[in-house]
């Protein structure tokens, strides 16, 4: 089993910045990619950024520009540090890890959800 802990988020004012931590620790032989996710009420969870094992990025067009993924595979740890924060971008944001496991099977995590909420 893996267990991911998220951190960082909170209150911020427009334009203000925060920065998201998840930390997967417990059966890891090696982590593949890892993603944040966000999700408002009522609407689907949608990708915000992605980051594969290669360090290959993607973002949605909502943030491109403003948020910026990154991975510490040492510490088995991924970030989104998000600047220039908007009314919309607040949401729950979940941290995804998809984890090989001894043999080599892609497994899917999902962090808990840590709210971000964004004031004009």
């Known amino acids: 089993q893996v267990q991911l802990m998220e951190s960082g988020g909170g209150l911020v004012q427009a334009g203000g910045s925060l920065r998201l931590s998840c930390a997967a620790s417990?059966?890891?032989?090696?982590?593949?990619?890892m993603a944040w996710y966000r999700q408002t009420p009522g609407k689907q969870r949608e990708l915000v950024a992605k980051?594969?094992?290669?360090?290959?990025?993607n973002y949605a067009d909502s943030v491109k520009g403003r948020f910026t993924i990154s991975r510490d595979n040492a510490k088995n740890t991924v970030y989104l540090q998000m600047n220039s924060l908007k009314p919309e971008d607040t949401a729950v944001y979940y941290c995804?890890?998809?984890?090989?496991?001894?043999?080599?099977?892609?497994?899917?995590?999902w962090g808990q959800g840590t709210q971000v909420t964004v004031s004009s």
């Open positions: 995804y890890v998809a984890v090989f496991d001894n043999s080599l099977r892609v497994v899917d995590y």
């Open positions: 417990g059966s890891i032989f090696r982590i593949n990619a």
């Open positions: 980051i594969t094992s290669g360090r290959s990025t």
